[in-house]
């Protein structure tokens, strides 16, 4: 079992920058490919990035955030971080950190087995 929570969500305005860190507990990290989601209200949820378990050597990210958006972990802290530059108002969504028995980020799609329950992030125009 992996259990997380999300922190560092909050109202910004657009161009801004905001780093959202998932502090894991439980019984493995290191060995886990993290990833971030997001859900836009009446939308969907759509993956936004993930990172591979132990070095992290292997990420991947939605292609609207590819340049803006980095994801990284501390395994020794046991933090997964998204750091978010150049926020636009479509950025705008609830932010959930999700973890996966695996340590590869491929195959796509990236699924998960444990998920947090969000950090709201407003992007503003």
């Known amino acids: 079992q992996v259990q997380l929570v999300e922190s560092g969500g909050g109202l910004v305005q657009a161009g801004g920058s905001l780093r959202l860190s998932c502090a894991a507990s439980?019984?493995?990290?290191?060995?886990?490919?993290m990833g971030w989601f997001r859900q836009a209200p009446g939308k969907e949820r759509e993956f936004v990035a993930a990172?591979?378990?132990?070095?992290?050597?292997?990420?991947y990210y939605l292609d609207s955030v590819k340049g803006r958006f980095t994801i990284s972990r501390d395994n020794g802290k046991r933090i997964v971080y998204l750091q978010m530059n150049s926020l636009k108002p479509e950025d705008t969504a609830v932010y959930y950190c999700?973890?996966?028995?695996?340590?590869?980020?491929?195959?796509?799609?990236?699924?998960?087995?444990?998920w947090g329950q969000g950090t709201q992030v407003t992007v503003s125009s």
């Open positions: 999700a973890a996966a028995n695996r340590a590869n980020v491929f195959p796509l799609p990236f699924t998960t087995d444990y």
């Open positions: 990172i591979s378990g132990w070095s992290g050597g292997v990420t």
């Open positions: 439980g019984r493995t990290f290191s060995s886990n490919a």
